[in-house]
């Protein structure tokens, strides 16, 4: 775990790449269901594509913006809720030393 933190403090410094965190205190949250993904096109003619995974393992696609634009919402409103991007590699490094510790019953 603490390597896999580790190359995402790497990973966050590139400029294409948003990384955010979900905190506890947010309590439950759509995406807590199963992993969905909305894909969004620059050309006002796409459709956004939706990518579904349900407990079943199938994975669903939807280009239909009656069934995109709910999970759309969905994940702007986890945007709000998470940690905001600038604060992630905080975040990380917060864990971290908590690991480096021996917390989380974890020694070193």
Same mark, same amino acid.
């Given at each position: 775990?603490?390597?896999?933190?580790?190359?995402?403090?790497?990973?966050?410094?590139?400029?294409?790449?948003?990384?955010?965190?979900?905190?506890?205190?947010?309590?439950?949250?759509?995406?807590?269901?199963?992993?969905?993904?909305?894909?969004?096109?620059?050309?006002?003619?796409?459709?956004? +594509? /939706? $990518?579904? @995974? =349900?407990? *079943?393992?199938? +994975? /669903? $696609?939807? @280009? =239909?913006? *009656?069934?995109?634009?709910? $999970?759309?919402?969905?994940?702007?409103?986890?945007?709000?809720?998470?940690?905001?991007?600038?604060?992630?590699?905080?975040?990380?490094n917060a864990v971290l030393s908590i690991y480096r510790e021996g917390g989380?019953?974890?020694?070193?």
């Amino acid at each position: 775990m603490i390597r896999q933190m580790e190359d995402m403090l790497d990973v966050i410094k590139h400029p294409n790449v948003t990384v955010q965190f979900m905190p506890f205190r947010s309590g439950a949250y759509r995406a807590m269901g199963g992993q969905f993904a909305v894909l969004e096109f620059d050309e006002p003619s796409d459709d956004n +594509l /939706l $990518y579904l @995974e =349900n407990a *079943e393992g199938s +994975l /669903l $696609y939807y @280009e =239909n913006p *009656e069934r995109t634009e709910p $999970y759309l919402r969905h994940f702007q409103d986890m945007e709000r809720a998470a940690t905001p991007p600038h604060k992630a590699a905080d975040a990380i490094n917060a864990v971290l030393s908590i690991y480096r510790e021996g917390g989380f019953g974890i020694t070193i």
